[in-house]
């Protein structure tokens, strides 16, 4: 069966049942939410409905459904970053094509992945597509960090947010589709947050358990820290540049979990494993220290995406955290 399948979605999947079946589909969506919760599988999803034939789509058989479900439909167009952001003359050629009409069936889609990494220029190339697109065509932006959009492209898109999974969900997902037995699958999903797909990133790529190992020594030691071990840090950290993200959410749900600590929520603490750590640290950091690290993670996270130097970013945040 090549029927798209999303995961702890319902609210979002019956709301695009509906606006489907009383033929009130929208030209241009913006999908939000965190990563790995299912907003491009729900975009296929949606393509597979609008383009199926059969009485109750997605039928997961006909020759769109299973084109679709391959991501090789003449229709569907997936646009994503290249190194690290979407830049104007890939808009340029989304805007030239898009002018065609279908090749097969009602609905051409197009699928914009990461959009808060299009870069400004691109972001106010597209407006005018996105505001009167060609009939038939159907926009779908997917993005994690909305304050990174123009104001003028959200204003555009009818916008859905994403909620994030429930742990169960996700635990009886994994065990019931690929018999996933993990020993750490717990921990594992409680410190992807409620993302099915960082789930299977943790469970396919073992490195990434290194990695948090290694950031979270980093975080317990940084009162020791000096300006030459930051300046050999951030030479190290730079290795992980194709795993930042992951790297970030490590740093703020431990200095989320610090917080929660401060006030005794300890059954909402993500890094369980770590928690003697946790209440030993806690009390080196008082409460507005901890809310001027987010904010600095943050911070460092909207930078990246607009193409500041990665190094020069490691050790100023570096430099910050230490000075706290």
């Not at 699928?111 to 870069?119: G, P, R, S």
């Not at 959410?249 to 750590?277: A, H, M, Q, V």
């Not at 460092?300 to 970013?313: D, E, G, M, S, T």
């Amino acid at each position: 069966m090549n029927k798209i399948e999303v995961i702890g979605q319902d609210i979002v999947l019956n709301y695009l049942k509906e606006i489907v079946k009383n033929k009130k589909v929208g030209s241009s969506f913006l999908f939000s939410g965190s990563k790995g919760i299912g907003k491009t599988t729900c975009a296929l999803w949606l393509a597979q409905i609008l383009n199926c034939k059969d009485k109750n789509p997605p039928c997961g058989k006909c020759l769109s459904c299973i084109k679709i479900y391959n991501k090789n439909h003449p229709d569907l167009t997936i646009i994503e970053p290249i190194s690290n952001f979407i830049k104007i003359d890939q808009i340029r050629d989304f805007q030239k094509e898009i002018y065609y009409k279908p090749y097969l069936n009602n609905y051409k889609i197009y699928i914009i992945k990461d959009a808060h990494k299009l870069i400004e220029e691109a972001q106010n190339c597209m407006l005018k597509t996105l505001e009167e697109p060609p009939d038939a065509s159907i926009i779908i932006l997917i993005a994690e960090i909305e304050s990174s959009l123009l104001p003028t492209v959200i204003s555009r898109c009818q916008k859905i947010n994403f909620a994030k999974i429930i742990p169960q969900d996700i635990k009886d997902y994994l065990i019931n589709k690929y018999q996933a037995a993990d020993s750490n699958l717990d921990l594992l999903i409680n410190l992807s947050k409620g993302s099915l797909g960082k789930t299977q990133k943790f469970l396919q790529n073992p490195n990434l358990l290194k990695m948090r190992a290694k950031i979270l020594d980093l975080i317990l030691n940084i009162p020791n820290l000096n300006l030459f071990n930051i300046i050999e840090l951030s030479n190290k950290l730079e290795e992980y540049k194709d795993n930042l993200e992951y790297m970030l959410e490590i740093l703020l749900s431990w200095f989320r979990d610090l917080i929660l600590l401060k006030y005794n929520l300890t059954d909402y603490i993500i890094n369980k494993d770590k928690i003697l750590e946790l209440k030993e640290q806690m009390n080196f950091y008082s409460l507005w220290q901890i809310n001027k690290a987010i904010n600095l993670i943050l911070e460092f996270k909207i930078n990246f995406y607009r193409n500041i130097n990665l190094r020069l970013l490691l050790q100023n945040i570096l430099i910050k955290l230490m000075e706290l």
